[in-house]
């Protein structure tokens, strides 16, 4: 990108920062936002011999407490690095703001693939496309076979009452961070309440785990998970039922965002995938689809977010255009997450 500085980069202030912690480091940097990511701020760090890193840090403005804590990001993965869960190696966390404006951390940068879309699936091998799959759901069930205390995460969160939890934190933080009124997004918060189903084993709970937010390799497996903003503790469930959300189906009504590469031939179906997770995972999903229903809603009130934080500029000077759009998909989220409540009869 030349000689332009994204906001949220100071140049000086982050090369010397790498300097200290990475060998033989060769400025000037160049810095690079990387697209996908719609919450924290992800740049690509390139030195002058092409080594490559990305940094992590808050949106510019409009941060709510808790949502955007890079300390407690940087700290999961860390406990995650010797695990059966693939994550980015580590340089280090950051929690002077003076460096580069907030808190932040790097990470190595892991090549391999991400598959955004049906367009970047469809560039794959079709060989490799029920490998990705398959090991898609194979990771998320190593992951929540993982023992908090064993990896020092044991601390992290409480472990159960998770989706009343979770229910209360969304909504509140709806509530503080919402530029408009949407009374489904109340309805379907209020049923879901009334109607909680009872929680099994506790597990590390990723809370935003698709196909886009790892990477993978040239063999089809998952090299890297990403964007471990939402993890905590609690119901494993959510993720399995937020991973319904986005694996999509021809009969599924078309929600704008959801591009669900997983409809490329290939690919198991979203019955395939679910019946892998219960046979390795052990556990009951009769009430899979509350946890759809509740993924749906979640999403919404993300995205409601992203679009009140592009609205005040918190990602900098982007135009309208390009993010007038989040407001319909918020609408079209959360009458989905009505409408698979009430086939699940809340």
């Known amino acids: 990108m030349g000689d332009e500085v994204p906001d949220g980069i100071d140049v000086d202030g982050v090369t010397s920062w790498l300097e ?190 698709r196909l886009d937010n790892v990477i993978v390799g040239e063999d089809g497996k998952v090299r890297a998970v990403l964007d471990w903003e939402l993890c905590t503790l609690g119901d494993p469930l959510a993720d399995v039922g937020l991973l319904g959300v986005y694996w999509g189906a021809p009969q599924d009504p078309v929600v704008p965002l959801l591009s669900t590469p997983t409809l490329v031939d290939g690919f198991p179906t979203r019955e395939e995938a679910t019946l892998r997770y219960a046979q390795r995972s052990g556990r009951d999903l009769s009430e899979l689809d509350y946890y759809v229903a509740f993924g749906f809603w979640k999403l919404a009130i993300i995205l409601e977010g992203v679009y009140a934080r592009f609205s005040t500029g918190a990602y900098g000077d982007v135009p309208e255009e390009q993010y007038r759009e989040f407001a319909d998909i918020v609408v079209a989220l959360a009458e989905r997450a009505s409408e698979v409540a009430r086939q699940a009869g809340r």
């Open 20 to 209: 200290s912690r990475v060998d033989a480091l060769s400025p000037p940097l160049t810095f690079e936002v990387i697209q996908g990511g719609r919450s924290n701020l992800t740049f690509t760090v390139t030195d002058a011999d092409g080594r490559r890193w990305v940094l992590r840090r808050p949106p510019l403005h409009s941060v709510l407490q808790s949502a955007h804590d890079m300390g407690r990001e940087h700290r999961i993965m860390a406990g995650l690095q010797d695990s059966s869960v693939p994550v980015p190696p580590l340089v280090g966390y950051e929690p002077d703001a003076a460096v580069t404006g907030a808190e932040f951390y790097v990470m190595a940068f892991v090549d391999g693939t991400v598959i955004r879309d049906a367009e970047a699936a469809e560039a794959l091998d079709p060989a490799l496309r029920p490998v990705i799959g398959q090991d898609l759901v194979d990771v998320l069930v190593n992951l929540h076979a993982v023992d908090p205390d064993e990896v020092g995460l044991g601390e992290l969160a409480r472990r159960q009452d998770y989706i009343a939890r979770q229910l209360h934190r969304w909504h509140g933080q709806y509530e503080k961070g919402k530029i408009r009124d949407l009374p489904v997004i109340e309805d379907v918060h209020a049923r879901l309440v009334a109607d909680i189903p009872e929680q099994g084993r506790a597990s590390i709970v990723h809370g935003d785990y």
